[in-house]
């Protein structure tokens, strides 16, 4: 792709082909048209050109978390981000370990429902919807459990649209010499997370965010030496991530049949990504986007979750007016006639919706986003003042 098919301050993106809707989601995301063609041919799973695109794509990723030796290994698992996150949690804590989970939304909680599953011992420090948790409580809390071997913490909690404080809790967490698994779902591909700059044992993302591509696997960096001592440890078959490791490893094959369009399209959002200036690249217009989002909402009446502090720039989440006339579900219809799809709140204390600011879309998006907004509160009779 060439840089005048990207994105700009000046240059609108197309509206998507077939008059398909802008995905305004934490993932699945709005794709381009290159990423939706490279899925236009079929792909042997055991093929050597297939083997050597997973290849590529396993180092890149490395590279993308500033991995440039062999201390790491990237393993991609098929099946949704969840899926990944269950073989990483089972692979990385010990069967008689104990993790601390950060939580402030619907991810930590998963997290520790996964725990359950696995049988794996744990304690959580929990913020509710929209507060992070804060270095000095992961202190004190370690301090407290001296026997907690692993910490979990989600890097963007997407049910807020939350930034936690990643660098400041892994500096914790190092100086107490535990195990940090990062839940980089939301996060990795457009906010800087590098090995030189934040040590972790486990990272955690997924192919349909913020590199934009389509959903089908997610992928795992992890350190080669915990990886290697967890062998045995998977109460799962499909989700050993050490067996799909040595497999690969020893085959450049995926143990089981891999999503063959799913990894082709990622290796094509890859290239993309690369010419759009990488990391940086995608979180100046991510942020862009958010920035002009959170501005236009609030002229039109709505209020964010969130202190500006801590938001992301990957979703917001907004508060529901209190009008009579404002229902979400219209709301959302409203918005679908307009050719834009939302997401729903997490929240548990209070309605809301979430918008989000990755994928496909620029600035220029968002202002039709925001005139779609007006007309379809204009359509639900919904009058706002300012926020």
Same mark, same amino acid.
């Given at each position: 792709?060439?840089?005048?098919?990207? /994105?700009?301050?000046?240059q609108p993106l197309a509206v998507p082909a077939l008059g398909e809707p802008y995905l305004l989601t934490p993932g699945p995301l709005t794709t381009s048209k290159a990423t939706k063609e490279a899925?236009?041919?079929?792909?042997?799973?055991?093929?050597?050109?297939?083997?050597?695109?997973?290849?590529?794509?396993?180092?890149?990723?490395?590279?993308?978390?500033?991995?440039?030796?062999?201390?790491?290994?990237?393993?991609?698992?098929?099946?949704?981000?969840?899926?990944?996150?269950?073989?990483?949690?089972?692979?990385?804590? /010990?069967?008689?370990?104990?993790?601390?989970?950060?939580?402030?939304?619907?991810?930590?909680?998963?997290?520790? #429902?996964?725990?359950?599953?696995?049988?794996?011992?744990?304690?959580?420090?929990?913020?509710?919807?929209?507060?992070?948790?804060?270095?000095?409580?992961?202190?004190?809390?370690?301090?407290?459990?001296?026997?907690?071997?692993?910490?979990?913490?989600?890097?963007?909690?997407?049910?807020?649209?939350?930034?936690? %404080?990643?660098?400041?809790?892994?500096?914790?967490?190092?100086?107490?010499?535990?195990?940090?698994?990062?839940?980089?779902?939301?996060?990795?591909?457009?906010?800087?997370?590098?090995?030189?700059?934040?040590?972790?044992?486990?990272?955690?993302?997924?192919?349909? #965010?913020?590199?934009?591509?389509?959903?089908?696997?997610?992928?795992?960096?992890?350190?080669?030496?915990?990886?290697?001592?967890?062998?045995?440890?998977?109460?799962?078959?499909?989700?050993?991530?050490?067996?799909?490791?040595?497999?690969?490893?020893?085959?450049?094959?995926?143990?089981?049949? %891999?999503?063959?369009?799913?990894?082709?399209?990622?290796?094509?959002?890859?290239?993309?990504?690369?010419?759009?200036?990488?990391?940086?690249?995608?979180?100046?217009?991510?942020?862009?986007?958010?920035?002009?989002?959170?501005?236009?909402?609030?002229?039109?009446?709505?209020?964010?979750?969130?202190?500006?502090?801590?938001?992301?720039?990957?979703?917001?989440?907004?508060?529901? /007016?209190?009008?009579?006339?404002?229902?979400? #579900?219209?709301?959302?219809?409203?918005?679908?006639?307009?050719?834009?799809?939302?997401?729903?709140? #997490?929240?548990?204390?209070?309605?809301?919706?979430?918008?989000?600011?990755?994928?496909?879309?620029?600035?220029?998006?968002?202002?039709?986003?925001?005139?779609?907004?007006?007309?379809?509160?204009?359509?639900?009779?919904?009058?706002?003042?300012?926020?």
């Open positions: 792709m060439t840089k005048a098919e990207f /994105p700009s301050q000046h899925m236009l041919r079929d792909w042997g799973s055991w093929d050597g050109a297939f083997n050597t695109l997973t290849a590529q794509v396993r180092k890149q990723l490395l590279s993308m978390a500033g991995v440039e030796d062999d201390s790491f290994a990237c393993v991609p698992l098929q099946g949704s981000g969840s899926y990944s996150v269950e073989a990483a949690l089972a692979s990385a804590i /010990p069967r008689d370990g104990k993790a601390l989970v950060l939580m402030n939304g619907a991810y930590g909680q998963r997290a520790t #429902k996964t725990l359950e599953y696995l049988g794996r011992d744990y304690i959580t420090l929990d913020k509710g919807d929209y507060l992070p948790p804060q270095p000095e409580e992961v202190d004190a809390l370690l301090n407290a459990n001296p026997d907690v071997t692993n910490v979990f913490i989600v890097h963007c909690e997407t049910s807020s649209g939350i930034l936690n %404080p990643l660098r400041e809790i892994a500096e914790v967490v190092e100086t107490h010499g535990k195990s940090l698994i990062i839940d980089a779902m939301s996060s990795f591909g457009a906010v800087p997370l590098s090995v030189d700059d934040i040590r972790f044992d486990v990272l955690v993302s997924s192919a349909n #965010k913020c590199i934009e591509g389509i959903p089908g696997f997610g992928f795992v960096i992890i350190r080669r030496a915990v990886l290697e001592a967890a062998k045995g440890r998977a109460n799962s078959l499909s989700l050993d991530l050490y067996e799909q490791w040595v497999y690969m490893e020893r085959t450049g094959q995926w143990r089981f049949t %891999p999503p063959t369009h799913s990894v082709v399209a990622f290796h094509k959002a890859l290239e993309q990504h690369q010419a759009e200036g990488g990391v940086q690249g995608r979180l100046a217009r991510y942020t862009r986007n958010r920035d002009v989002l959170v501005a236009g909402m609030r002229k039109l009446g709505f209020k964010t979750l969130l202190e500006d502090r801590w938001l992301s720039p990957i979703i917001t989440t907004f508060f529901s /007016p209190e009008h009579v006339n404002f229902e979400f #579900k219209r709301f959302y219809e409203e918005l679908k006639a307009r050719q834009f799809i939302i997401y729903p709140g #997490k929240l548990t204390v209070a309605d809301s919706f979430r918008i989000g600011c990755i994928g496909q879309i620029d600035e220029h998006i968002v202002h039709q986003l925001l005139r779609a907004i007006a007309d379809s509160l204009l359509a639900m009779g919904v009058e706002l003042e300012a926020a």
